[in-house]
């Protein structure tokens, strides 16, 4: 798909759907890039679908790696709050004939598979604070 049918296709999304920054949609297909790389590495070459829990996995880990301590202001910013919401982008995406899906997929498979704050700010702070919470 080229660069203008997917602004297009954000732009019609986030018309009937304002919830999440545009910027949220051109980050999560970075991350499913980053996932499917990374799924194809794993089955030497072979090209397969992603789960919705992988997706969530990649989606953390490229946040991670892309934006360090940053990830859960630069989320919380754009509006993605939880692993569902990651989901209600990536159907709204399918929705666009952007993405696609198999007959299986649901938006129930984003369900919260890890808890945002735990994923993204628990790895940033001090080990003290982790291992004994202020009173």
Known sequence: ???SAFQEAISAIVQ??????????????EALDFT????????EGENRHVSGPELLAGFRDFALEQFGPMAATLLREWGVRRCTHVG???FALIGEQVFGKQDSDTLED????FDFEEAFVLPFLPQENIHHPAA
């Not at 499917?36 to 089955?43: G, T």
């Open 36 to 43: 499917v790389k990374r799924s194809k590495e794993e089955n």
């Open 16 to 29: 009937r759907d304002s919830r999440f920054d545009p910027d949220a949609y051109f980050f999560l297909k």
């Open 1 to 3: 798909m080229h660069a």
């Open 110 to 113: 984003f369900g919260d598979i």
């Open 88 to 90: 209600e982008m990536v």
